[in-house]
T-cell receptor
Framework: DADVTQTPRNRITKTGKRIMLECSQTKGHDRMYWYRQDPGLGLRLIYYSFDVKDINKGEISDGYSVSRQAQAKFSLSLESAIPNQTALYFC??????????????FGPGTRLTVL | GQNIDQPTEMTATEGAIVQINCTYQTSGFNGLFWYQQHAGEAPTFLSYNVLDGLEEKGRFSSFLSRSKGYSYLLLKELQMKDSASYLCAALAGNTGKLIFGQGTTLQVKP
């Protein structure tokens, strides 16, 4: 079944470490997104990509970087993790050409803890 | 600016009806999504409104008034499994970007 997958599902790391979260999709969507979710703050957009050569910052991109290796793969990196980056991270995809236009499909999430 | 407001928590009784409100101020507004999210899980799509009016889908309905910047999600015949967070999200223009509210945590009690 066409899907959005994320690895790892859970990660505990230490302050200062470099961390990469990976997202893969078999939906054939061009658009991909990275969000973080914190209690009481909802989903906040970190980065988004409309194709392999088009990457854009979201509202909270500081401390993060991304790489779009292929249409199906979009990775999020924390260059030097800090405790306030502890959160639940979601990857999502969308297709602007099919209804409901721009519905986003979410991966299962990665729970990241920075000690 | 971009702003989405919805209540933080609601409680309702099994079998009852509950309405979750959402107000938004979004530049280039182009539609309103509702997602359901169980604790620790991914959000899943419930409904989408782009025109004024009511969209009905089984026990769930969603309403939009573009002139008032207002939407609601109506859940009928509540079941225990409806206990979850409900996320209101506004589509900003043609960017494909969704602006999410903080979510409303609904607790259904027996």
């Amino acid at each position: 079944d066409a899907d959005v997958t994320q690895t790892p599902r859970n990660r505990i790391t230490k302050t200062g470490k470099r961390i990469m979260l990976e997202c893969s999709q078999t939906k054939g969507h061009d658009r991909m997104y990275w969000y973080r979710q914190d209690p009481g703050l909802g989903l906040r957009l970190i980065y988004y990509s409309f194709d392999v050569k088009d990457i854009n910052k979201g509202e909270i991109s500081d401390g993060y970087s991304v790489s779009r290796q292929a249409q199906a793969k979009f990775s999020l990196s924390l260059e030097s993790a800090i405790p306030n980056q502890t959160a639940l991270y979601f990857c999502a995809t969308s297709d602007p050409t099919t209804q409901p236009y721009n519905e986003q499909f979410f991966g299962p999430g990665t729970r990241l803890t920075v000690l | 600016g971009q702003n989405i407001d919805q209540p933080t928590e609601m409680t309702a009784t099994e079998g009852a009806i509950v309405q979750i409100n959402c107000t938004y101020q979004t530049s280039g507004f182009n539609g309103l999504f509702w997602y359901q999210q169980h604790a620790g899980e991914a959000p899943t799509f419930l409904s989408y409104n782009v025109l004024d009016g009511l969209e009905e889908k089984g026990r769930f309905s969603s309403f939009l008034s573009r002139s008032k910047g207002y939407s609601y999600l109506l859940l009928k015949e509540l079941q225990m499994k409806d206990s979850a967070s409900y996320l209101c999200a506004a589509l900003a223009g043609n960017t494909g970007k969704l602006i999410f509210g903080q979510g409303t945590t609904l607790q259904v009690k027996p």
